[in-house]
């Protein structure tokens, strides 16, 4: 699988643009899946009311250019877009998977929403609703979905293992500033590791997001990474890996506490 790396803009189509080189780039280096950052259908540093104007349905114009995109390629895409969210001004921050010849195959609404930070995200955004996680299957394991700020609520990642992933993809923006960068990487390291499984991490590229973006193995390991750079990244997942360190590692068999909603 990839991980994708570009700086989406106020341009739609371009960004649809860089998606398709990025993907075909993928492609190319061998990747049957690939996953792009949050808000990858439109995205500008500071909210506005345009976030609105340019938001979709998830069986929208965005989601109908992926589609076509992994049916040509015969590659399975997650990636953030703007969801329109109907009775007011906010919109969803959603992200979607699509799979070659059926579409959406899972969606995600992000929980946790950036009122930290000196940033609010809420402002803009309405929060998802908690609901039984939407997995879908690749080749041979099964995917996750999450986004960005989640990655610091790991109730969020472990309920996604519970039912049954084995690897995370976790599109983000994850804003440059003091610290951010390193918090990025023990975050996302942590939550492959506690739960013993993959996570793919997309990051928006510098200079709005931090970069960084990267594959974690499910013992903590940093397979692949994209530094400050547009760029793509691949590495090999697989079930036997997970099975041999959840072997030596059996903390999610161990453990005492499960998760309820607040």
């Known amino acids: 699988m990839a991980i994708a790396q570009f700086a989406p803009g106020a341009d739609a189509a371009a960004n649809l ?3 398709t080189r990025l993907a075909e780039l993928a492609v190319a280096r061998g990747a049957g899946l ?45 990636a ?7 009775g007011g001004e906010r919109v969803a921050n959603t992200v979607v998977a699509l799979a070659p010849g059926a579409g959406v195959v899972a969606t995600y609404r992000k929980l946790h929403l950036y009122d930290a930070f000196g940033q609010r995200e809420s402002d803009w ?7 039984e996680p ?8 099964r995917f996750g979905l999450q986004t960005c700020y989640d990655a610091r609520f790991p109730e969020v990642t ?28 023990v975050l996302t390291t ?16 510098p200079p709005v997001g931090a970069g960084n973006s990267m594959i974690v193995d499910p013992m903590g390991v940093e397979l692949a990474t994209v530094g400050e750079t547009i760029d793509v990244a691949v590495a090999w997942v697989s079930a036997e890996r997970i099975a041999a360190v959840r072997r030596v590692n059996p903390a999610l068999a161990l453990r005492r506490f499960g998760i309820v909603p607040r």
């Open 80 to 86: 953030g877009m703007i969801e329109r969210v109907e």
């Open 17 to 19: 643009a860089e998606i």
């Open 34 to 78: 690939v996953v792009f950052p949050e808000y990858s259908s439109y995205f500008t540093p500071q909210p506005d009311a345009s976030w609105y104007q340019r938001s979709e349905h998830v069986d929208g114009v965005f989601t109908a250019a992926l589609a076509a995109l992994v049916d040509r390629l015969d590659v399975h895409v997650v």
């Open 125 to 131: 955004v309405v929060p998802g609703v908690i609901e």
């Open 190 to 205: 942590a939550r492959a590791l506690e739960n013993t499984v993959y996570v793919a991490a997309a990051d928006h590229a």
């Open 134 to 141: 939407e997995l879908f299957e690749a080749g041979g394991l």
């Open 158 to 185: 472990r309920r996604i293992v519970d039912a049954g992933a084995e690897v995370v993809c976790m599109p983000a923006e994850w804003v440059r500033g003091p610290l951010k960068e390193a918090h990025w990487r």
